[in-house]
């Protein structure tokens, strides 16, 4: 069965704080690795990644892959109140052509002023 | 680029009626889309996977009769909950992916359908 865990669960920081989300995974026919944000609504996408060890970056945030000890941190630098949302990892799995999203439980980020 | 809209976003009615939801790709077309269901504090669940121009593929324990999902053009599937009981009532999103085949764009989701079910 595919398993994806996130941790921790749930986080509450400080603006200015660094925080860096976990997620490991046991699938099968793994094909990448997407983050999402979800705020109110729906999840918003962060990074897609399929390689291990490169690093991407999108201003204060940043995330990376290892595929050998099946695990990818989402990093997020001097964290802001709007940073204030549910993490979302899923890797893209399966033998069709379009894949399938498996996500994990979520880390739910609070920041405080 | 890649938005996708999802229409209700709010629907409140009695038990026994049957609701569709609609999801379009806006801006591009999407020969795959998605049907999750996502209960309070819990991650999303995938449903089906919709494909233009044939059957759904459902996932193991949704029930093909009570969740009908129809992707009759590259830019919009529709989700009808039939008969819907309360135990139905959930936040069903969707998600649409740009490209055919083994496209290597993520999934852009809607923005929900909140469903409560009296």
């Known amino acids: 069965e595919d398993k994806v865990v996130q941790s921790p669960l749930s986080l509450v920081v400080h603006e200015g704080d660094t925080v860096t989300l976990n997620c490991s995974y046991e699938v099968t026919n793994f094909r990448s690795l997407l983050w999402y944000k979800q705020e109110k609504k729906a999840p918003t996408f962060l990074f897609m990644l399929t390689s291990s060890g490169i690093e991407k970056k999108s201003g204060r945030l940043s995330s990376i892959l290892d595929k050998k000890e099946l695990f990818s941190i989402l990093n997020i630098t001097a964290t802001q109140t709007g940073d204030s949302a549910i993490y979302l990892c899923?890797?893209?799995?399966?033998?069709?052509?379009?894949?399938?999203?498996?996500f994990g439980q979520g880390t739910i980020l609070t920041v405080h002023p | 680029g890649a938005v996708v809209s999802q229409h209700p976003s709010r629907v409140i009615c009695k038990s026994g009626t049957s609701v569709k939801i609609e999801c379009r790709s806006l801006d591009f077309q999407a020969t795959t889309m998605f049907w999750y269901r996502q209960f309070p504090k819990k991650s999303l669940m995938l449903m089906a996977t919709s494909n233009e121009g044939s059957k759904a593929t459902y996932e193991q324990g949704v029930e093909k009769d009570k969740f009908l999902i129809n992707h009759a053009s590259l830019t919009l599937s529709t989700l009808t909950v039939t008969s819907a009981h309360p135990e139905d009532s959930s936040f069903y999103i969707c998600s649409a992916r740009p490209g055919q085949g083994e496209s290597n764009q993520p999934q852009h989701f809607g923005d929900g359908t909140r469903l409560s079910i009296l």
């Open positions: 899923a890797p893209l799995i399966g033998g069709t052509s379009y894949g399938k999203l498996t």
